[in-house]
């Protein structure tokens, strides 16, 4: 429906409100050019606990013969000694990608001894969360420094919230599509309308991206232990073992119990131009913190708590459901790189661990996440304030408290306007439905349109989302019961695999040469700690 209307003498159209934009146009082309999406680059980082037989975190430190967590290329750790994280190189095939991961997973399952891999986000069973070991990267500046930033983590919002895992999904689209889509634009360089498209996605995932934890949330319970004291407004439900569940949620570790800080809402960040972006993630770096400063740099003691007192002790404490990125030269800082290169890919942050696969992500959600972000590229994304961009978090919130509820309604930013998400998300699917139709031509294939199947089904069967499956189970068993269960189970199956890609030499030499570099970079130095410091900041 087109309806007329006069302003300042000329006649504007003015389209009906709906919150799925128009993307026909786009999509008219991409299917004229199918070749234009050979290539797409996408990488996986997987963290995952180590546990003890009982289900507790593990106390031991980073296995030793899996190598150096400073300088490994594959296995390294996040927040914690006990909370390992596994990286794949940059890969153009899905199936050799997931292999990959898998080897990974193989190779340290094998030598965790009695140790098990934690198969979801929540974490259970912890004691005592002040317990918990920071991430160890040796004695060299870079090493002090990566696990005082975890340090200031810990004092500033706690360790549960630092052992909750996640999937990252890393993704760029080829040169060809870049530069058959941004033909004829004047006045732009390559790089910079490069730039411009990944931003408009960015965009586009702030609206949109609650369909990723709709369908793949796995965290809508936690252990009672989890919380240790701490209150919330949640109106849980108590199971007899000890599950704390909501019963439409979909990923707790999304909420503002999990993996989110409030303080950050106000930095005024924007995704509309990258000089902006940088411009304004660099000054929350440079904006001190009356909260952190009554903290202090130092205790009584003269013990490190934080590397500094400032909104972000650095850039990648901003949390973020996407983050722009591109890959650092040595000592170069992320928004710099930015500055220098333009941006490279982008890192996807909003997926839960898969309970149901043994590596925490499965084909599905990478042949998803591909359709999904082409179709946040193409689609039309209108700059958005930093106040549209808080209002964005509200369908958020709401998918992820009660996304499998009955005739939930979702708005369109800061609009009154109200969509049902059920219609939202089928209505989303034609759309993904034509790009897999073209990705699949490209391939000669049907893989693509056969994951659209399988995951279309849920906005008309709110049952098959994974949160729904799962919260079944973890009633069922409670949460500690079934991640042992899982963790044993896939534990089994990993280790009686045999490698696809890789192989033990490979990993053997790999630890090897990570400690030879962290030994050089330790070597190296020449500054005290604290001068290094300062010649960073």
Known sequence: MINIMLNNNKFFPKREVNLIPDVSQALSWLEAHPEAMKGIGRGIERETLRVKPDGHLATSGHPKSLGSALTHKWITTDFAETLLEFITPVDRDIDHLLAFLRDIHRHVSRDLGAERMWPMSMPCLIDDSDKIELAQYGRSNIGQMKTLYRQGLKNRYGALMQVISGVHYNFSLPLSFWQAWTDGKEGQSSTDAISEGYLRLIRNYYRFGWIIPYLFG????????????????????????????????????????????????????????????????????????????????????????????????????????????????????????????????????????????????????????????????????????????????????????????????????????????????????????????????????????????????????????????????????????????????????????????????????????????????????????????????
């Not at 500690?480 to 696809?500: I, R, V």
Request: charged share 25%; aromatic share 8%.
């Open 218 to 537: 796995a965290s809508p319970a936690v252990c009672s232990s989890f919380l240790q004291g701490k209150e919330t407004d949640l109106p849980f439900e108590r199971t007899e073992n000890g599950l704390l569940y909501l019963p439409y949620a979909t990923s707790l570790r999304l909420s503002d119990l999990g993996y989110t800080n409030k303080s950050q809402s106000g930095l005024g960040i924007t995704f509309n131009n990258l000089p902006d972006y940088v411009k304004a993630l660099k000054a929350a770096i440079k904006t001190p913190s009356e909260e952190y400063a009554r903290m202090g740099v130092k205790d009584e003691q003269g013990n490190w708590l934080q590397l500094n007192t400032n909104v972000l002790q650095i850039e990648n404490e901003l949390y973020a459901p996407i983050r722009p990125k591109r890959v650092t030269r040595s000592g170069e800082n992320p928004s710099d790189a930015l500055l220098r290169g333009g941006i490279e890919y982008i890192e996807v942050r909003s997926l839960d661990i898969n309970p149901f696969s043994p590596t925490g992500v499965d084909e599905n959600q990478v042949r998803f996440l591909d359709l999904f972000l082409i179709w946040c590229t193409l689609a039309d994304a209108p700059e958005m304030s930093s106040e549209e961009l808080l209002c964005t978090r509200a369908n958020w919130n709401r998918v992820i408290l009660e996304g499998r509820k009955p005739g939930l309604m979702l708005g369109i930013g800061c609009e009154e306007a109200q969509f049902p998400l059920a219609e939202v998300g089928k209505n989303l699917f034609k759309d993904l439905q034509r790009v897999a139709e073209t990705l699949d031509r490209q391939q000669g294939d049907r893989h693509y349109q056969a994951a659209c199947d399988r995951l279309a089904a849920s906005f008309d069967d709110p049952d098959l989302t994974y949160s729904a499956r799962f919260l079944t189970a973890l009633k069922e068993n409670g949460l500690a019961g079934t991640g042992l269960a899982l963790a044993e189970q896939y534990h089994a199956q990993l280790a009686n695999e045999q490698l696809e890609i890789l192989t033990e030499s490979d990993f053997e030499q790999e630890a090897i040469r990570s400690n030879v570099s962290q030994q050089e970079i330790e070597e190296s130095d020449t500054l005290s700690f604290e001068d290094f410091l300062k010649s960073r900041s």
